[in-house]
């Protein structure tokens, strides 16, 4: 006998099932909808145009292929998700407002216990503290629910901002990079300049924590990553 029964979406993919909720901070899986309001709000701006905090210059995508391209990643991100590999990246809300992402990025998961933040703001939602509560979320859950045992962070050198949310959330400096760094918006000429990366590692210990978390639907993203049967 065929037996067969209703699969629901974030039974199929156990992220769209992940809630994190901190005080103020809500870390969701994003499903479609979540995903398109996301890349409306960072097509709004994410940092100034004469500024360029990421490795990656994805907030250059040509404003025609902007939403296309930003919705592709989310969906690879899916897609590649398994216990070799993964990113989780989380939509965050403020008070109830979406106002950006949080994510961590590993591989070898459960030979290394380790992995990267990386995050983003919309421009008109920062300096309010929202990216160090979101970061202390994030780290808590990694830490408390999900095995990991470092977390690493990086930040160009003048990027006060982001050299400060790594400080107040308790990582220790883990040395100086120096890499390409794609120009700015504002440059005469699209390409890279050298620049100093400052590289981060959290341990739990060295965690300053913000409010509880109340996680639902971390057990099914456990069994995902290969840390339980």
């Known amino acids: 006998m065929v037996t067969t029964a209703e699969t629901t979406l974030a039974e199929a993919l ?47 995508t040509p404003p ?9 990643y989310h969906w690879g991100v899916r897609s590649r998700f398994g216990p070799d590999a993964w990113s989780l990246e989380l939509a965050v809300r403020y008070d109830g407002e979406l ?8 591989h070898d998961f459960l030979l290394t216990r380790s992995g990267e933040t990386g995050s983003w703001l919309c421009l008109r939602h920062q300096d309010r503290g929202i990216g160090t509560l979101m970061r202390r979320a994030m780290c808590a859950l990694l830490f408390d629910h999900l095995g990991f045992e470092e977390v690493a962070s990086a930040a160009w050198v003048d990027n006060a901002a982001s050299n400060a949310v790594s400080r107040k959330v308790g990582y220790r400096s883990n040395g100086l990079v120096r890499k390409p760094r794609p120009r700015p918006a504002t440059a005469t000429e699209s390409g890279f300049d050298a620049a100093i990366e400052q590289r981060y590692l959290l341990r739990p210990d060295d965690l300053v924590r913000g409010p509880d978390l109340q996680v639902e639907g971390v057990a099914p993203v456990r069994r995902l990553i290969g840390l339980d049967d």
């Open 99 to 106: 106002v950006g992402t949080q994510g961590v990025s590993t």
């Open 64 to 72: 025609d292929r902007f939403h296309r391209e930003f919705l592709q």
């Open 14 to 60: 156990p992220v769209l099932g992940l809630r994190v909720s901190a005080g103020p901070i809500e870390l969701s899986g994003p499903d479609d909808d979540t995903l398109i309001a996301l890349a409306n709000l960072a097509f709004e701006g994410v940092h100034a145009p004469d500024a360029m905090p990421f490795l990656v210059p994805w907030t250059l």
